[in-house]
């Protein structure tokens, strides 16, 4: 059994920055693939990053593209998400999921633990 702990989360202004962090227990992380995944208020849960079980391939959502970093640090066991030039509409709960499989996973369905989230919220 895996758990998996966000921390992170704030309010930000647009533009700004935040670092979300994911600390898996039980086990370390590069056991997992590891994704992030976001649900705002009315909407359906969507994929937003993954980094293979290796940490060699990550993925993104296009609307994050080139604004978010995935990335993991295996002598700390953590894996964060580093989010610039923030906009309202990143504005969700943001999750920290693990996947058995070995690739950078897109679908929540590939996920086999997830974290209870942690509340990301950007103002204009």
């Known amino acids: 059994q895996v758990q998996l702990v966000e921390s992170g989360g704030g309010s930000v202004q647009a533009g700004g920055s935040l670092r979300l962090s994911c600390a898996p227990s039980g086990r370390t992380f590069s056991t997992y693939a590891m994704g992030w995944f976001r649900q705002a208020p009315g909407k359906e849960r969507e994929f937003v990053a993954a980094?293979?079980?290796?940490?060699?391939?990550?993925a993104y959502a296009d609307a994050v593209k080139g604004r978010f970093t995935i990335s993991g640090d295996n002598a700390k066991n953590m894996v964060y998400l580093q989010m610039n030039s923030l906009r309202p509409e990143d504005t969700a709960v943001y999750y920290c999921a693990a996947s058995m499989a070995v690739v950078a996973a897109k679908s929540s369905w590939q996920y086999d633990y997830w974290g209870q989230g942690t509340q990301v919220t950007v103002s204009s």
């Open positions: 980094i293979a079980r290796s940490g060699g391939t990550t």
